[in-house]
């Protein structure tokens, strides 16, 4: 299990945004709250991500997250939505959850 950032460099207003993904939710939004990132930016639709800048990027490399390239991308978004057992939509951190836990 792990969580994953990927090389990807999208404009996004002054920033330049990536992709972090992980193979399971907790793993994910565990990331998230160590780097700094409010649980209102996670993106469950298509496959659950987190857009991060490159600050947050940096911070998450530095945490264990494993770079990946396009090719990996890919190959981590398909075993991810292939993974029918866990919940990964929104209903599974309901809002207030969200609001309460650490940043």
């Known amino acids: 299990m792990a969580v994953y950032v990927d090389c990807g460099r999208i404009p996004y207003r002054r920033m330049i945004m990536s ?49 990946i390239g396009r090719r990996e991308t890919v190959e981590v978004i398909r075993r991810i939505r292939k993974m029918a057992d866990v919940d990964w939509s929104a209903r599974a951190w309901p809002r207030e959850a969200r609001l309460a836990e650490p940043r």
């Not at 399971?24 to 496959?47: C, K, N, V, Y």
Request: aromatic letters at 6%.
């Open 19 to 67: 992709h972090m993904l992980a193979d399971s939710p907790a793993e994910l939004h565990m990331m998230a709250d160590l780097i700094g990132i409010d649980r209102r930016w996670f993106q469950p639709l298509s496959t659950p991500h987190y857009d991060i800048c490159q600050q947050r990027r940096a911070l998450a490399i530095e945490a264990g997250a494993v770079v």
